[in-house]
């Protein structure tokens, strides 16, 4: 049986061999891949646009109007703005000061430099002072010098 043996073996292996030999195969394999890809994006863009300057007067101590504005095409823009000093504003509030301070002659004359208070003052029978007189020697002195009487003060820049 020894003797068998290493025929045996021989014979397992050589037929194991040839067993393998069966299964594998030889193979090809061509792949081809075309691949095309496009893509379209459309970028938008914000049209223009004309920003009016912003004019804040927060504080009421302040006697300016602001005022501001913008126009925009498509292919120009435009803004600006400005301010607009209020003369009879400047005047209250001067006048209020002058009074605050004791000065009320003062404080009276300075708001008689606007046509319509100094009428009233002449309508209610109390002349606007003048060159330090008030009352009878004041209506005297408007009545013969018409032109120092006050006229219309229009808004500065």
Do not use: H
Not at 26 to 50: C, G, L, Y
Not at 78 to 94: Q, V
Not at 114 to 121: C, G, P
């Amino acid at each position: 049986m020894l003797k068998k043996l290493p025929v045996l073996v021989l014979f397992v292996m050589f037929s194991s061999f040839s067993y393998a030999q069966a299964i594998v195969t030889d193979s090809t394999s061509n792949s081809t891949t075309n691949s095309f890809s496009r893509t379209e994006s459309t970028v938008k863009t914000p049209p223009p646009t004309a920003v009016a300057p912003s004019i804040t007067s927060i504080n009421n101590d302040l006697c300016i109007v602001g005022a501001s504005g913008a126009v925009q095409t498509q292919i120009l823009g435009f803004s600006m703005g400005s301010t607009t000093r209020d003369m009879n504003c400047e005047r209250i509030k001067l006048s209020k000061n002058l009074f605050d301070m004791g000065m009320k002659v003062a404080a009276v004359s300075l708001m008689c430099q606007d046509e319509r208070v100094f009428t009233a003052m002449m309508n209610a029978g109390t002349p606007c002072p003048i060159d330090g007189m008030i009352g009878e020697q004041a209506r005297e002195v408007w009545a013969k010098n018409p032109q120092r009487q006050p006229k219309e003060i229009k808004s500065t820049k």
